[in-house]
């Protein structure tokens, strides 16, 4: 039961949705901080609308008499905080994950290839093909001996 375990924690798309889970959630702040701090106050300033003002914005723009309250240092913040997630996600979970992945098929053999170019337009046929199913032309089929 511990080996199907570890099989099923190292299939790819386990650890794929699981990083996505992470960095998605971490990107989420960084979108909304963007549309939070820095479209809401210019849509606001445009439209001379007092609703969903920043407090105490840095950047103070004032255009056609219209003003426009930037508070970037929470999309700053959210921004870096989004990247380190990443790193540690990476450096941490997927680096260390790739690497047993590696040693673990290290030990195991290539394949045989199950498909071959056509000779006529080179596109990927099955080998035992009789025809290309892309340019129709006839090829022999290569069986196993």
Known sequence: MLNEFKKFILRGNVVDLAVAVVVGAAFNAVIT????????PLINGIT???????IQ??????????????????????TLSFLTIAAVVFFMV???????????????????PTERKCPECLSDIPKAAKRCAFCTAKVEPITKA
Do not use: C, M, Y
């Open 57 to 78: 914005g840095i950047a103070h723009f004032d255009a056609l008499h219209h003003h426009f309250i930037f508070p970037w240092g929470d999309f700053v913040s959210n």
């Open 48 to 54: 001379g609308s007092s609703k969903g003002t920043a």
């Open 94 to 112: 997927v680096q260390p994950l790739n690497r047993l992945q590696s040693l673990a098929n290290r030990s195991k053999s290539p394949e045989e």
């Open 33 to 40: 901080s963007l549309v939070k701090d820095l479209i809401q």
